[in-house]
Every structure is written in C-alpha cells, then in structure tokens.
C-alpha cells in the first residue's frame, strides 16, 4: 500500500484509578508525521482496556466523518490491537461491545491497519489523554 494518501492515527486511553476518571487522546497524522487533527477527551469513569477501545472507536468515527480511506491506527495497547486483530478472544462484555461496533465501522474504509507500537512511539496520544485528564470541568 502506498503511505501517500494514508492517514496514520494513533490512539491512547488512560484510566486513573482502573477503574477511575478516564480520558482519551488520538492524533491524526499525514505520512510526513504533521498532526491535521486531533482528540482530546474525557470519557467519564472507565477501566484503562475501555479507554483504549474507546480510543480506537472514536478514531474510526472521526475518520469516517472526514472521509479518510487509507488509514493505519498505531496503538500502544497489546490487547486491543491482538483483540481487534482476533488474535486474542474478547471475553469480558464491555470490551467486546466495542470490538463490535469498531468491526463494523471497519468496513467504511478502503484500508484498515492496526499495529501496536511501544509506548514511546505513541507519545502525543497519550500526551492528549492526559491533556483531558488533567483539564478542568
């Protein structure tokens, strides 16, 4: 696949307390790594595999809004990247509501990738999360 057209995304979930108060962080990024969009949430309370899935599903969500065709998700998250892979089963129930609702939206791209990277690779992510963590209201 060529990277000219592609988007790179790269999501993080934090939970503080697991569960406890939680946020998320995705970056939309072109092939030269210049970020055009980005996420900043709070998500309420949540476990830290939650907010990691709801990571991912609200950057599908916003790829789709923006039409984005070619995308590669970069993640920091062993589980939700081998779960969403179907390399690892999804046993517990709130996980598995958002694995199913992100294999349906995978259908509204023309390429879908999903590969985990060290954390440190995924630092303006996870620079967002705490951003919503840390904001007030």
């Known amino acids: 696949m060529s990277t000219k057209d592609t988007t790179f995304i790269y999501c993080d979930g934090s939970s503080r307390g697991n569960p406890g108060p939680a946020a998320i962080g995705v970056s939309f990024q072109n092939n030269d790594g210049i970020e055009f969009f980005f996420l900043s949430e709070k998500i309420g309370n949540?476990?830290?595999n939650v907010a990691e899935w709801q990571a991912l599903y609200r950057g599908m969500?916003?790829?789709i809004k923006q039409n984005?065709?070619?995308i590669r998700f970069r993640l920091d998250s062993e589980l939700v990247?081998?779960?969403?892979?179907?390399?690892y089963k999804v046993k517990n129930k709130d996980l598995l509501v958002f694995k199913?609702?992100?294999e349906s939206l995978k259908t509204s791209f023309q390429n879908f990738e999903i590969q985990y990277i060290p954390r440190e690779q995924n630092s303006r992510a996870d620079q967002l999360a705490n951003l919503a963590q840390d904001a007030k209201g």
């Open 81 to 87: 990247v081998k779960q969403m892979k179907g390399e």
């Open 46 to 48: 949540a476990t830290n």
């Open 68 to 70: 984005l065709q070619k």
């Open 61 to 63: 969500e916003e790829a």
């Open 100 to 102: 199913n609702k992100c």
